[in-house]
C-alpha cells in the first residue's frame, strides 16, 4: 500500500499518518468506504458522501487505497449532481472477482 504522507510533507504530517495506521482507524474507514461502496455501486466520491454522510475527504484518502488492494474498482465517469463536473463511479469487487478479465 501507498504511503499515507508524502516524502515533502511536514512532519506532523508523518505523525498523524503514523497514528491513522497504528490506531486502526484507517481499516475502519476502509471498511466503512468498502460498505458505502456496496451498499451504493457506481456512485461518485461526492455521492457517496451525501448519501451517507460520511466525510468526503476521507471517501476520497480510503477509495484509491481500496482501489490499490482490489476490494473496489473504479468505474466510468459520469456528470456528478453533487458538484456539477465529471467525476469517476466506484464500484464493489466482489472476492474471487478477476477484474481486468471482466472489463
Not at 466503512?32 to 460520511?54: C, I, Q, Y
Not at 473504479?74 to 481486468?100: E, F, M
Amino acid at each position: 500500500m501507498s504511503h499515507l504522507a508524502r516524502s515533502t510533507d511536514i512532519s506532523t504530517s508523518h505523525e498523524a499518518a503514523t497514528h491513522v495506521v497504528c490506531s486502526g482507524l484507517q481499516a475502519l474507514q476502509q471498511d466503512r468506504t468498502a460498505a458505502a461502496v456496496k451498499l451504493h455501486p457506481g456512485l461518485t466520491s461526492m455521492e457517496l458522501a451525501k448519501t451517507t454522510g460520511n466525510d468526503r475527504y476521507m471517501l476520497a484518502r480510503r477509495l484509491p487505497e481500496l482501489l490499490e488492494d482490489g476490494r473496489v474498482w473504479r468505474g466510468p465517469k459520469k456528470p456528478c449532481p453533487v458538484s456539477g463536473r465529471s467525476a469517476c463511479t466506484w464500484w464493489p469487487v466482489a472476492p474471487g472477482d478477476n477484474l481486468p478479465l471482466g472489463l
